[in-house]
Nanobody, 124 residues
Framework: QVQLAESGGGSRQAGGSLTLSCAVSAYTWHNLCLAWFRQAPGKQREKVATINFRGGVQTYADAVQGRFAIYVVHAKNTVYLGMNSLRSEDTAMYYC?????????????????WGQGTQVTVSS
């Protein structure tokens, strides 16, 4: 069983920064792919970033490359999404997701475990 709990959302002006947290409760915490997705009103859900918890290999959507960073703190069983140079188009509900790692790149997984989401609003 995997449980995910996001926090850290809020409102920022364009150009600002924000860090989202996702506490992961899982028996097999050490063998997971973790990801951040986002969904803006009226738009499809978008994969933002993924990370292999074991190896730390990261992937990013083109829209956030160079501005966002996904990382884990093993001691806290938490995955983070650091967001810099925020833009109005980053406004969305952000979701943390997890799936059992089976050797493939984490960007190729269909994630089956989801958190409840945390809202990020960026004003221009």
């Amino acid at each position: 069983q995997v449980q995910l709990a996001e926090s850290g959302g809020g409102s920022r002006q364009a150009g600002g920064s924000l860090t989202l947290s996702c506490a992961v409760s899982a028996y097999t915490w050490h063998n997971l792919c973790l990801a951040w997705f986002r969904q803006a009103p009226g738009k499809q859900r978008e994969k933002v970033a993924t990370i292999n918890f074991r190896g730390g290999v990261q992937t990013y959507a083109d829209a956030v490359q160079g501005r966002f960073a996904i990382y884990v703190v093993h001691a806290k069983n938490t995955v983070y999404l650091g967001m810099n140079s925020l833009r109005s188009e980053d406004t969305a509900m952000y979701y943390c997701a997890a799936e059992k790692y089976t050797g493939r790149s984490c960007q190729d997984y269909n994630f089956s475990h989801w958190g409840q989401g945390t809202q990020v609003t960026v004003s221009s």
